[in-house]
């Protein structure tokens, strides 16, 4: 029974070192830069505050308007309206 189980554990020890190699090897040769596959999440993207309603968006997604001489990121043309207007209005 022991001499079954020292051989259970070689060939386990034996399968893992095989993994270990293969994903050294695979990240070895892997491409290097690439776009990321099926699978693979893209990588992640600044956020940008929409001070109106408070909310994060992808800088990619978020509409931008100068308001007040500073360049601001809103989440929708309601609230880039509304920061336009409330700028309009103080002064």
């Known amino acids: 029974m022991i001499r079954l189980l020292a051989i259970l554990f070689r060939f386990l020890m ?9 994903r050294a090897l695979s990240s070895w040769l892997g ?10 999440p893209p990588p992640p993207e600044d956020l940008v505050r929409d001070r ?14 100068v308001v007040g001489g500073h360049e ?17 209005q103080a002064s």
């Open 14 to 22: 034996a399968l893992l070192l095989v993994r270990l190699g293969m």
């Open 52 to 65: 109106i309603c408070n909310t994060f968006l992808p800088r990619s997604r978020a509409l931008r308007a």
């Open 72 to 88: 601001e990121y809103f989440c929708s043309a309601a609230c880039r309206d509304r920061a336009l207007l409330g700028v309009s």
């Open 31 to 40: 491409p290097r830069g690439a776009a990321p596959g099926p699978g693979k």
